[in-house]
């Protein structure tokens, strides 16, 4: 288990004794205590059903939790909905711009944390291991809230929940109630790449039915970062990161029906349509380094789904008390674009121009019932995924300065056209075992096979593939008093090997390297464990959570010692053990008069157990969030003041980024406000500004610093909307 170093603990037991502290002074009589609490204008109760899958208050739920609700997201006009997760204890940002922003948890990326979109999983099997699939894919004006599950969730969700899951909550009609129609106009302008986003909402309601119609559309150009120094980097002047920027588009619209038995169904379809969304990168002259010029754009980009569910209302069988039944199609379609130009001596450059075009068919579903006993609440059902993927590539590599110009094309896929399948089934308890203590206990057994089918141009045998595992979890809470609860889990999650994890055979994406299938790689499993403390009172929430991660088998690239085509040969591995350990703290306060404050501290340390002189950490090594804000007592207006400080990571290898071997440390200011609920001529006005790193402090986030991309500078950001 992590230990706690002194100041860990005295910023634990300062967080502890604070609430003790406040609990003592408040001598109000109940009465007095209970219409403050309906004055103020903010809450610390909140509710998850990602946890449990079901509606839980986070301060009963023995695991840890954070919750973005759709205030706060509407308050703090994210670009995407990535981009909120940086203020949360543990959760860390990868990629830049609006478009290709990702999560990591608890140092875990890529593959290894699960993202889904209302309980339904969004990963993509034809994705690179990495970089997981794009929360921007739902728009954050359809987001009612996020919520973010640190630690396995493999028993509930299934493969690829080793770090962590983020659940996208979206905006969804009530169904029963007084027949109305209601609409939205909104606009947002950023300064940061000129960004301009409108959208629009229209729905109407009457008897059993309700339908809405969501849409955005949103132009965001090519961002500056600020001059100035971070590490051994220097930017004398402002300077652009380009393909940055993305023109992009998401339309939804939602049929729901509400029985008056208590049964539901609904229609849900979505599409979303990007446009010139890049990966980003600085002109290479300005860095140190050989000049190497990698740029990567997703020219173009549509993801289409049909969602359908059915629930069952309250049952009275001996079995189940309530089921609930998901399907969903999906067509996830991309071109990338790559152009890479290598300096090769004086006069001579290796240029190598690749477009791969991939698109995925993914159908699955969900099927799920709840049992309420004496004692235990069980849940327990079955989920399946299956995800086809069809690749079609072209490269061109041009060489000049040795000899005559040479150009030698390629049209073979570096993935086959292959099916990724996963079949689960799963079991939960809540148990009861005394009015201050439960525990929830649960397994999973699922089997994932992948098989690839026949490719042209891909004369290569490779096998399918077959693997099954078993997953289990226990998490317990103890109710020591009504305001304090000690909380216990122990876990295991799994991954299994995706489509290009174990087929992918070509060149690397930065042109640099040359990776060969890996067909035989086993899944990764993990083993976690969280002890942790919460706190609520009258005015106060506070958690300390310490956690270890073991993962076994973890999947990573290394060198074969061998080249092909002249570039050094890499390959997909199992490696035997990765451990992440760390402490996460966090504290919401209401201070009276409309004050409030919230803060979160996090570590993490990443080692590879076998080689713990290899550096492995590519997030912070510890970020604080501090936030003092004011609300009236009717809500109607809001400020707040935000920093947030990432410190100094030494846990990079030597060589790899341009920044240095150490990441230095960086703060980053942020200033927000605004008015809500204005009613002006019988409709509803909401507005918001933000001014985004006060200071113009050049820095790059943990992720971003290896393949060199800055943060935007000083920026602000203006939201307006109407309502009726």
Sequence with gaps: MTRFTLRQALTAAALIALPAALAAQESTPASKQTADSASRSRTLRTVTVTATRRKTDVHDVPTPVSVVDSATLRDRMPNSPADILLDLPGVDLIGTGPNQARPSIRGQRGQRILLLEDGMRMNNARRQQDFGELPSLVDVSQIERVEVVRGPASVLYGTDAIGGVINLITKAPAVRGDARTWGHLGYMYGSDGALGKADAVLGARGGDWAFELRGNARVAGDYDAPKGSYGAVTLKNNTTLLNSGVHDNNVVAYLGWRGAAGMGAFLKTEQYVADKAGFGFVDPTLLAGDGTKIEILYPHQKYQKLTMGFNSGALSSVIADKVDVTGYVSQNGRDLAQNILVPAGPGATIGINTWNRTDLGTIGGRAEATKVTNHVIFTYGADFFRDRSTNNDSSLTTIVGFGPTMKIPSFRPSVPNATLTSTGAFVQG???????????????????????????????????????????????????????????????????????????????????????????????????????????????????????????????????????????????????????????????????????????????????????????GDTFSDKLNLALGWADSKQRCWLEYAVRRNGEQKDITAGSSPVGNTLPAFTVLSVRGGIRGWVVGGLRQDMSVAVNNLSNTLYAEAANAGFFRPAPGRSITVAVATSF
């Design 430 to 616: 809540d148990v009861r075992l005394h009015e201050r203590f439960n525990v929830i206990v649960g397994g999973r057994y699922q089997d994932v096979s992948s098989v690839p089918t026949a490719t042209a141009l891909r004369t290569d045998v490779i096998s399918s593939h077959d693997n099954s595992t078993f997953v289990y979890s226990a998490n317990g809470i103890a109710r020591v008093t009504d305001n304090v609860s000690f909380i216990a889990t122990v876990g295991r999650g799994f991954r299994s090997p995706n489509l290009v994890e174990r087929y992918f055979d070509g060149p690397t994406p930065e042109g640099s390297a040359y990776e060969t299938a890996s067909p035989d790689l086993k899944p990764e499993t993990s083993l976690n464990v969280d002890l942790g403390i919460k706190f609520r009172s009258e005015r106060v929430n506070a958690e300390v959570f310490t956690f270890n991660n073991d993962i076994t088998d973890a999947i990573t690239i290394a060198p074969t010692g061998n080249k092909v085509n002249k570039l050094p040969e890499y390959q997909n591995v199992n490696v035997g053990h990765l451990r992440s350990r760390g402490t996460e703290i966090d504290a919401q306060v209401l201070l009276g008069a409309g004050l409030y404050t919230n803060g979160n501290w996090s570590t993490i340390k990443s080692t590879n157990v076998l080689d713990p002189k290899s550096p492995i």
